[in-house]
């Protein structure tokens, strides 16, 4: 019953924290706009830089970067710490949990409609707090494809299927889990594959050669 009540809280204040978004609230703040209403429409870093610019586009980091880190440290330390649970002997696997379930909350929020952002840099705040050499290494995967595309859709995506892959490596020959490989892996995989869906248009645009790259002026208003 404690594992249950573990489980229900960790997924509960994780969605309903990431719910909370970054993007929307900093725009409403600072622009007296909806961000969802300009550019690509999405409420994300991305569009938040290209349709307001770097000060709005900083702030969402921040509080993203935040937004991440707080959820799954919380988690951490009221089920490892207050709680004393611990699933597959893996202190890290409950911040596995909250990290797919906090990404479900920013792109699905229940106080916006459902209509939030796509979760790549939450994604990597998160990883942050849990794996920070996966973090690195996905982050560079990120990098070195939008260096060489110029496509920030392009970066997310091989940075998302970076996540488990390296999670799974690292954490079978590098950290040696045990068998919390497999859970966290699966649950690195869900939040990889909830990361893919929610760039289709992006992919769509891509085969059709109309997604524009980083830096263009085109998607503003």
Same mark, same amino acid.
């Given at each position: 019953?404690?594992?249950?009540?573990?489980?229900?809280?960790?997924?509960?204040?994780?969605?309903?924290?990431?719910?909370?978004?970054?993007?929307?609230?900093?725009?409403?703040l600072?622009?007296?706009?909806?961000?969802?209403?300009?550019?690509s429409?999405?409420?994300?870093?991305?569009? $938040? *830089?290209?349709?307001?610019?770097?000060?709005? +586009?900083?702030?969402? @980091?921040? =509080?993203? /970067?935040?937004?991440? !880190?707080? %959820?799954?440290?919380?988690?951490?330390?009221?089920?490892?710490?207050?709680?004393g649970?611990?699933?597959?002997?893996?202190?890290?696997?409950?911040?596995?949990?909250?990290?797919?379930?906090?990404?479900?909350?920013?792109?699905?929020?229940?106080?916006?409609?459902?209509h939030?952002?796509?979760? $790549? *840099?939450?994604?990597?705040?998160?990883?942050? +707090?849990?794996?920070? @050499?996966? =973090?690195? /290494?996905?982050?560079? !995967?990120? %990098?070195?494809?939008?260096f060489?595309?110029?496509?920030?859709?392009?970066?997310?995506?091989?940075?998302?299927?970076?996540?488990?892959?390296?999670?799974?490596?690292?954490?079978?020959?590098?950290?040696?889990?045990?068998?919390?490989?497999?859970?966290?892996?699966?649950?690195?995989?869900?939040?990889?594959?909830l990361?893919?869906?929610?760039?289709?248009?992006?992919?769509?645009?891509?085969?059709?050669?109309?997604?524009?790259?980083?830096?263009?002026k085109?998607?503003?208003?």
């Amino acid at each position: 019953m404690d594992r249950f009540f573990a489980l229900f809280f960790t997924v509960v204040f994780s969605y309903l924290f990431g719910s909370l978004n970054s993007a929307i609230i900093v725009c409403r703040l600072w622009k007296k706009q909806d961000i969802r209403d300009y550019g690509s429409k999405n409420a994300g870093l991305t569009n $938040v *830089l290209r349709v307001y610019g770097k000060g709005p +586009a900083l702030a969402t @980091l921040l =509080c993203d /970067l935040a937004k991440g !880190v707080i %959820a799954v440290v919380i988690c951490r330390l009221i089920v490892h710490r207050a709680m004393g649970i611990v699933f597959f002997d893996d202190p890290h696997f409950i911040g596995y949990v909250a990290a797919l379930f906090v990404m479900l909350g920013h792109c699905f929020p229940v106080f916006y409609g459902f209509h939030g952002g796509k979760g $790549v *840099l939450l994604a990597a705040t998160t990883l942050l +707090a849990i794996d920070p @050499l996966t =973090c690195v /290494l996905s982050i560079a !995967v990120f %990098a070195v494809l939008v260096f060489l595309t110029k496509y920030v859709s392009v970066g997310s995506v091989f940075a998302a299927v970076a996540y488990p892959t390296f999670t799974f490596i690292l954490q079978s020959f590098v950290y040696d889990k045990g068998y919390a490989v497999l859970p966290n892996t699966i649950v690195a995989l869900l939040n990889c594959i909830l990361i893919i869906y929610l760039h289709k248009p992006n992919i769509q645009r891509l085969l059709n050669g109309t997604e524009n790259k980083f830096g263009s002026k085109k998607d503003k208003k």
